[in-house]
């Protein structure tokens, strides 16, 4: 994967200001352990979120 | 007995009609028309068209799931309301064309004592000459607004692919196919579901990929954006899909009010007023919407339907309509119980409601062409609203006509939205967001409009998970299964 991401960047094309995920970013999103624990967190998050819109 | 209809059978419509027919018991009738024999959990239409699920299963069949909830199930399309009866009838009615086999085209008058309308909207192809006509959906692009219509899309998709693996490089151009257009959301969902499958099918170098959409900014996604909180920074969502854009390599256009389509050939406006065209092999293209074209008239039986209806054929609510320009807007403006000013027995939910104004700041090009999202109603507040709404009925049918209405502003109210690229358990990954309240109120909250302690988002695996979950969960919700009250909205 690398950095892969930053080779798509065109030097003053639209893109020239977006932010690239960088190899670890990207690793942690398919991380098992760590998109676990992201699971239990997003859950209770969005749980608040549904007991404050009802 | 109370007689209670409910127009319309999609996510809002059956969330309020169940309840309800929950709610009120054997005692009273819920009667729910709706024109499809099937309900469709829309959001995982995005995976049939990439060809990851087959139509099966992302819909049922309605009619034993009412049986079995003691809904009165007619399948038919609304045609008009009398709100005040006619000359022969002193009860209000609303009158319907069958279009279950073997009774199409048959015409009925039913009596309510409430009504909630539901009907989500009319596909407005016909409002882009090329992306389709009064009938539908044309020739030159797809959809994936209708599970139908997804399956079309995976099967010119797959076309494609083989193109592709033959050596033709194609275009896939991708967004929405009017300046007015809402659902940003699934068509982004769509793009990427399309990134996703032509990597795992190897023939990613050979496409090019661009997203075309009404938006101002990458991320508006029709609710003016959103800043969530992401590694201690409140992040605007523009960063964040300029980021995946640029991540995936899809090129974007922007600002766009897409105003012809050809075959392999879009033509658009763009907010600064100059004209562009973009040539495509498969285009996927989100259709505006309007409302259904119900009709309404009074006991003399003069139209009235401009009483009832917005302009756009929207229903009119408790919402403030006379708002003005975008520096008068507040969250007030919004509804909060979705009751018709005029017929205190109607209602109206989900897509189906007028909304105050768009939520997004309105835009126009020097020609005078507006280009702008139009407010998104869908998903979560759409059931939200439901369920508050068939609460209010039920509780003027068992505790009197004056018992206080239920509230489900979408300005304290917030939502929940994933993304997902990809199928697998493990090979998908999703972007998983949170927004509230999903109206900015800038009162409340100076600033970004909404509370980043509860707006977030984060692409990962979890995020993917969560969309697998929920593709079961409301299936099982809608299909009344155990304990299916007990899982929110």
Redesign the interface.
């Known amino acids: 994967m690398g950095k892969k991401a930053e080779h798509n960047i065109k030097a003053y094309g639209k893109n020239f200001t977006s932010m690239t995920p960088g190899p670890f970013a990207l690793k942690l999103r398919t991380c098992k352990i760590w998109q676990f624990i992201r699971f239990v967190i997003i859950n209770i998050k969005m749980l608040i979120v549904v007991r404050k819109s009802h | 007995m109370a007689r209670l209809i409910v127009l319309g059978g999609g996510v809002s419509g059956h969330t309020a009609a169940t309840f309800a027919a929950e709610w009120l018991g054997s005692a009273h009738e819920v009667v729910v028309v709706t024109p499809n024999s099937k309900w469709n959990w829309i959001p995982s239409n995005i995976w049939v068209g990439v060809g990851e699920m087959s139509k099966e299963e992302v819909t049922f069949d309605l009619a034993p799931v009412y049986a079995k909830a003691g809904i009165n199930y007619k399948q038919a399309k609304a045609v008009s309301i009398n709100p005040e009866g006619s000359e022969s009838s002193v009860k209000p009615f609303v009158t319907i064309e069958y279009t279950l086999a073997g009774r199409e085209g048959e015409s009925e008058n039913i009596e309510y004592d409430y009504l909630i309308n539901a009907t989500g909207p009319k596909l407005n192809f016909g409002a882009t000459p090329g992306l389709g006509d009064a009938n539908g959906l044309g020739e030159f692009t797809v959809s994936v607004c209708t599970a139908d219509h997804a399956v079309h899309a995976n099967e010119e998709f797959q076309k494609c692919i083989q193109k592709m693996k033959k050596g033709e490089r194609q275009k896939f151009l991708i967004g929405t196919g009017h300046g007015l257009c809402t659902c940003q959301g699934a068509a982004f969902e769509y793009i990427f579901n399309v990134e996703h499958e032509l990597n795992k099918a190897g023939v990613r170098d050979m496409a090019d990929l661009k997203w075309i959409s009404n938006e101002s900014f990458l991320g508006d996604f029709g609710v003016g954006g959103l800043h969530m909180k992401s590694m201690g920074f409140a992040v605007s969502s523009k960063?964040f899909a300029?980021?995946l854009?640029?991540?995936?390599?899809v090129?974007?256009i922007i600002g766009a009010h897409v105003n012809k389509v050809e075959k392999g050939k879009a033509h658009y406006e763009l907010l600064d007023g100059t004209m562009g065209e973009e040539e495509f092999d498969f285009s996927m293209l989100i259709p505006p919407f309007a409302g259904v074209g119900l009709k309404a008239f009074a006991k003399d039986g003069s139209d009235i339907t401009g009483t009832v209806f917005a302009p756009n054929g929207f229903m009119k609510v408790d919402a403030n309509y006379a708002a003005g320009a975008y520096e008068n807007w507040k969250a007030s403006d919004w509804p909060k119980t979705y009751q018709n000013p005029t017929y205190s027995n109607m209602f109206a939910c989900g897509i189906a409601f007028a909304p105050p104004h768009p939520i997004s700041k309105p835009m126009s090009s020097p020609n005078g062409t507006p280009i702008n999202p139009t407010p998104p109603r869908t998903g979560?507040?759409s059931g939200?609203i439901g369920?508050a709404v068939a609460h209010s009925i039920c509780d003027r049918i068992l505790k009197g006509e004056d018992a206080p209405l239920h509230e489900a502003s979408m300005a304290?109210?917030?939502?929940?939205c994933v993304a997902s690229a990809g199928k697998g358990i493990?090979d998908g990954?999703a972007a998983?967001m949170?927004i509230?309240p999903v109206v900015p109120d800038f009162e409340k909250y100076p600033g970004t409009g909404r509370d980043t302690d509860?707006t977030?988002g984060?692409?990962?695996?979890?995020?993917h998970?969560?969309k697998h979950i929920l593709h079961h969960l409301f299936l099982y919700k809608a299909k009344l299964k155990m304990g299916w009250t007990m899982i929110?909205?």
């Open positions: 960063i300029e980021s854009f640029t991540e995936r390599n090129d974007w979560m507040p939200i369920k304290h109210m917030g939502a929940a493990f990954t998983a949170t509230y509860y977030f984060e692409i990962g695996l979890a995020g998970w969560i929110p909205e």
